[in-house]
């Protein structure tokens, strides 16, 4: 959609269609320049409705007949829209003829050339821009698709469901023909047509069903595909172990593709991925990269129950699907990581981007609903919001009913549901009506306002020993502030996770007023009111609170602990979660100060020997510590820091990471050495772990050598760079050269990029690293401009673009905020750019100043006047549009 804003969809406007489409018989002559599309659709009116003429979806499309029942009638074309006067008959076959042109499509959604071959995106609405039909989700149609193409240039040719034909043709051309038989919405519709080789494997589930798995890639990237098909056998086995639902196809294909708006996407049995979320060799993935691909690939064969099998009703329910499926995948990733401690690890990366990504998008003019109520641009709202805090949704509904009630409301779900396209109420309804004694049952409507208000809530916990009474008052209040188009909110029910801890460490027995007598050292309170009060009795010494324990609800914790209470948690709490988040609390006191005083931070001895205690602890998880020692990210403090100086922000944390690289550097060192893998690479969480803490330890140990002029250390990781056998220590140790502007940082990067070779993957890594590293006076951000000069850059391959910008926009906010608006100047031309070839990309991009409003001057004017002058371009697109409208409107 080009030019002017795309009208307001509303939620509320929400109606059934007129019209479904049982069968659609799809025949492609397929062709880069032009491809033709003949369908043939049988098609139903709903005879509860008047009757309405038929509209179908249809976008850059070139229209060659239209026959009902073999006739040629009449249509126009309206509003984007193909209209036809209702044919006589309540059932019918409509022919439709069309061209589309895949290697003009920039945009990448409907049918698009990435290389040599072509590969389609339809979700959420690219199926109008391959032929018109009714492209909503609750349409749901079988198909038959006839793929014809040129054998030497299209050897593969595949779409959703059972291959059931193949051939040969005149003219040097083959075909296949591939019906799948589960009805489905035209978003998980897709097809491939690509010369490709395949890995392929066999597995034969409980009932004694075979099925055929295969992974489809480039020529020459075969071996980097074991980690994906493992984690596809093991997500396999997990859905049926975990809520007994079996793979339901004969065949279940991933195919990947250098060219792609997202990470990967769920079709039908035809699952298409980005090859960031498939291919991985030690030598080119890192840690990160094997984990990233376990947890998409099992998200998207998640979704073929949660979001195939059980679809949604309009797209205002998305998070019906990805809420849901994220919470699966985080489920599955946890469950596979083995140990508890590597579990929690797990829960703090998960909340960590919660934090970084959603709390930020609730806070600014994006901020919208779980269950948004309007939207211009659909694509604009697969947002943390519906994925992220979708899944904290899920998972609190889970903490309320337990983990047996979670597996029967799924049960329940499904035998209401399946082939069906439903509501986020029908999910809430099923998990509640399958434990109707549970408090979610109970406080249901209440319960649901976590779909429909925005923001995140902010809980204040206020605790009261009263050594006479031995009792220990806790007063929980909620508030959650206003925003954008929703003023007034009301309280939300909170599950509140929680123990108390002894100033001695020990956990405390808990009884509340009126029980019998104590139940274990950790409950559940749940906060139903604007405030309530919870008084344990038999407290017989001072205690201190530890409050949602796992992250047990989405909500800013204000608990008032200071630095005493902090480092008791920090060394003794049961709650691993609360020990990492106790140590970044002590950190953001201190760059708090720092940042509202002189700028550095003082760091006391008591926190300095709390850090080496965790560093040194004989019993802690390396991975644990990794994440205990490092501060939360910029752009998560620039929420609890306001009025937001990225600047001073920066500084702050810069001088925390100088104090504790030199008071700890005999520590670092021991650890770096104690860090050493010496067994072959394994992906797994205990070999990361060691990879992790090695690593920070040597970026400290870098970054205190090149404040000191010493040369040792700058030399030991020069030297990783060139020797390393995985990419995690290569880039880590190239990483820890970058980020300290240490001199060989340039000579590392020259032999990077030379061991990267053509491989496009490991090259978006040598941009990354340099787009993300630490700002120094400026420096990087000039390499920014640069290497948008380098011949290895395109703004046409979404990984190489995000590899840049999304780098220096998102990730990394100094660089970006500059008080000569030189980065919003950039951010600007760059959206424009982007914005005439892929809307879906820009739109991204233009997110970066969702909070200029909390942004102090001069960044705030400057960030102003630059989404202004987007907003003033006369052709943008719908997507860009709704950003930076909303943007100027939060003001
Ligand atoms: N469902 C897709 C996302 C589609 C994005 C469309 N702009 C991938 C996923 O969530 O699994
Ligand atoms: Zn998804």
Partial sequence: MREGSAPLIRREDYTAPAYTIRQAELTFDLDAAKTIVASKLSVQRDTAQDKQPLRLHGEDLNLLRVLVDGQSVAFRHEDGLLVLEAPEADSFTLEIRNTIAPEKNTQLSGLYAS??????????????????????????????????????KYPVLLSNG????????????????????????????ALVAA???????????????EHLLQIYVKRGDLEKTEHAMNSLIASIIWDEHRFGLPLDLERFMIVAVDDFNMGAMENKGLNIFNTKFVLASPATATDDDFDGIESVVGHEYFHNWTGNRITCRDWFQLSLKEGLTVFRDQEFSMDMSGSASARAVRR?????????????????????????DAYQAIDNFYTPTIYEKGAEVVRMMHTLVGRAGFAAGMKLYFQRHDGQAVTCDDFAQAIADANPDSTLAQQLPLFKR?????????????????????????????????????????PQLLPVRMGLVGRDGQPVALQLQGEAGAAGTERVLVLTEAEQRFVFTGVTQDVVPSLLRGFSAPVLLDDGLGDAELLVLLAHDADAFNRWEASQRLAVHRLRAAVQGSGAVQ????YLGALRALLLDPVLDPSFKARALQLPVETYLAELITPVDPQRIHAACESWLDQVAACLQADWAATFDAMQVREGYRPDATQSGQRALANLALAMLVRHAVATGDAVWPGRAFQRVKDATNMTDRLGALEALVNAHAPLAQPALERFLALAGTEALVVDKWFQVQARAAEKDGRVFARVRQLLQHPQFTLSNPNRARSVLSSLVMFNPAAFHRSDAAGYVLWADMVI?????????????????????????PYRSAAREAIARVAASTRLSGDVREIVTRALDAA
């Fill in 115 to 152: 290389g040599s071959g072509l590969f389609t995106q339809c979700e959420a609405e690219g199926f109008r821009r391959i032929t018109y039909f009714l492209d909503r989700p609750d349409v749901m149609a079988t198909f038959t698709v006839t793929l014809r193409a040129d054998k030497a």
């Fill in 162 to 189: 059972n291959l059931v034909g193949q051939g040969e043709l005149d003219g040097g051309r083959h075909f296949a023909v591939w019906n799948d038989p589960f009805p489905k919405p035209s978003y998980l519709f």
């Fill in 195 to 209: 010369d490709l080789v395949r890995r392929e494997q066999r597995v034969t589930s409980r009932s004694g069903q």
């Fill in 348 to 372: 703090i990366a998960d909340v960590s981007s919660l934090r970084e990504r959603q709390f930020t998008e609730d806070a600014g003019a994006m901020a919208h609903p779980v269950r948004p």
């Fill in 450 to 490: 976590w779909y429909s208000q925005a923001g995140t809530p902010r809980l204040q916990a206020r605790g009261q020993w009263d050594a006479d009474n031995a009792t220990y008052t806790l007063t929980l209040s909620q508030h959650t502030p206003a925003t954008p188009g929703q003023s007034a909110k009301q």
């Fill in 603 to 606: 760091l006391d001895e008591a």
């Fill in 833 to 857: 750019a982007l914005d005439a070839a892929n809307p879906q990309l820009a739109s991204r991009i233009a997110r970066a100043l969702d909070r200029w409003t909390a942004l102090a001057e």
